[in-house]
């Protein structure tokens, strides 16, 4: 039995465009019901961004992960056939553990994070915000990791269409309509979980990091549950509004590169690359998504191991 993806993903794209739809009308049905969770604001910004990702792509066209991408989908090293109900099941618990570590990736390394904080940036939390993300994801490859499984002899049409209902999923459960969902809290990735995964308050910070499954974030100890008794706030920790346009897609690149401007040695590059984006140890933010310094040199003396001697602990006083 032969795998056909064509009218799977054509109807993925309706997907999506349904989702256009839903989310300019729930706007009504927020403004009416739940005011709080709606801002118009946000929402412009969100539809301009939106607008300029998709529709004028040549402003950013290079995609770091398309060469990878197609040099795997040219030179696989094997096939592995999708005849099977269980190798299909192997490949999508693949992207599903893919997906995973590429998104706690892209919260706790602070590169990946200059894209992905765009995403998490609103204060309000609809399904336009599941629509909101960095312009400039082509250019951090998150698809490499991907590729992989394209070049060990994966259909790629799968994968990416795989890929694309995981995406759908994923703007589906961008709401504060539906609340728990029992015995399937266990199982997947639901609203309830989403919802803390965007949540800025400190017990509920860098977690539930599934796809469409929440097994993976179970097994490693990164799954969370909404508790009722703890309001949600939502947008990037110490952010005091929602930026504008340009401050929203630029600034965290313009910290990033100021931070790199000051470093000194190559470790002091390398840890910039490197830390998560959190806060200093008394709280205060040393960039905008940075953390202290001298939290910097302990992890970056965990990666490298001693390679490369760190120096950067007098520069942890330093007030930027």
């Known amino acids: 039995m032969e795998l056909s993806v064509a009218n799977f993903n054509e109807w993925i794209h309706y997907g999506f465009y349904a989702f256009y739809v839903i989310a ?37 066209p290079f995609n770091l992960a398309g060469p990878i991408m197609k040099y795997a989908w040219q030179n696989p090293i094997g096939e592995i056939s999708l005849d099977t109900p269980f190798n299909f099941l192997l490949l999508f618990l693949l992207i599903e553990f893919i997906f995973y570590w590429t ?15 765009v995403h998490h940036s609103p204060t309000t939390y609809n399904y336009a915000t599941s629509l909101l993300n960095g312009l400039t994801g082509k250019l951090i490859g998150n698809g490499i990791l991907f590729s992989s499984l394209i070049w060990i002899g994966f259909d790629g049409k799968a994968v990416i ?13 961008h709401t504060t309509w539906i609340g728990k969902l029992g015995f399937l809290e266990k199982l997947l990735m639901t609203p309830s979980l989403h919802r803390v995964h965007h949540a800025s308050n400190q017990q509920y910070l860098d977690c539930n990091f599934g796809g469409s499954l929440c097994i993976f974030d179970r097994i490693f100890g990164t799954c969370i549950e ?76 965990l990666l490298i191991g001693g390679i490369f001697r760190l120096d950067i602990s007098k520069k942890a006083n330093s007030d930027f």
């Not at 998104?103 to 904080?117: E, Y």
């Open 24 to 60: 300019i009308l729930e706007i009504f049905v927020l403004k009416k019901f739940k005011p709080a969770h709606f801002d118009w604001r946000e929402f412009f910004i969100t539809a301009l961004t939106v607008f300029i990702s998709r529709y004028i792509g040549f402003i950013l």
């Open 226 to 301: 909404e508790k009722s008794d703890v309001q949600i706030r939502y947008g990037l920790v110490n952010q005091q509004e929602f930026p504008g346009f340009i401050r929203l897609h630029l600034s965290p690149f313009l910290y990033f590169a100021r931070d790199l401007l000051s470093s000194k040695s190559f470790s002091d590059v390398l840890a910039i690359f490197i830390s998560p984006p959190s806060v200093t140890e008394n709280k205060r933010p040393i960039t905008m998504y940075g953390l202290s310094l001298a939290q910097i040199n302990s992890q970056a003396k």
């Open 103 to 117: 998104h706690r990736i892209g919260h706790r390394v602070r590169f990946w994070w200059l894209t992905h904080s």
């Open 161 to 173: 269409v795989i890929l694309f209902g995981i995406d759908l999923y994923q703007t589906a459960i």
